[in-house]
């Protein structure tokens, strides 16, 4: 079983950054791709980001392309979403995944991914 904890979401301006970080336990989170997710009220999750298990391939969703990274740091057991210039559609509920199946991809669908965290709010005000 892996547990995923995010923490990093508030409120910030237009234009502003925010840096989302998930927690996981494990000792072979290593070995697990991981992704964020997004969703606003009324709306579906969406995929924002990705990150093989290795850290060397990413992927993002067109509506962040250039202004969201995601890294990961293996000895920590940790990914990280940076966000910057920020918009007010990036409001929502964000999750992080991991998706445990050892292949070295990246994925962009929730129903690849097997583990998911409780999510952090993140509001952003014009």
């Known amino acids: 079983q892996v547990q995923l904890v995010e923490s990093g979401g508030g409120l910030v301006q237009a234009g502003g950054s925010l840096r989302l970080s998930c927690a996981a336990s494990?000792?072979?989170?290593?070995?697990?791709?991981m992704g964020w997710f997004r969703q606003a009220p009324g709306k579906e999750r969406e995929f924002v980001a990705g990150i093989s298990w290795s850290g060397g391939s990413t992927y993002y969703a067109d509506s962040v392309k250039g202004r969201f990274t995601i890294s990961r740091d293996n000895a920590k057991n940790t990914v990280n979403l940076q966000m910057n210039s920020l918009k007010p559609e990036d409001t929502a509920v964000y999750y992080c995944a991991a998706d445990a199946a050892g292949y070295s991809g990246v994925y962009a669908h929730y129903w690849e991914y097997d583990y998911w965290g409780q999510g952090t709010q993140v509001t952003v005000s014009s």
């Open positions: 494990g000792r072979t989170f290593s070995t697990y791709a």
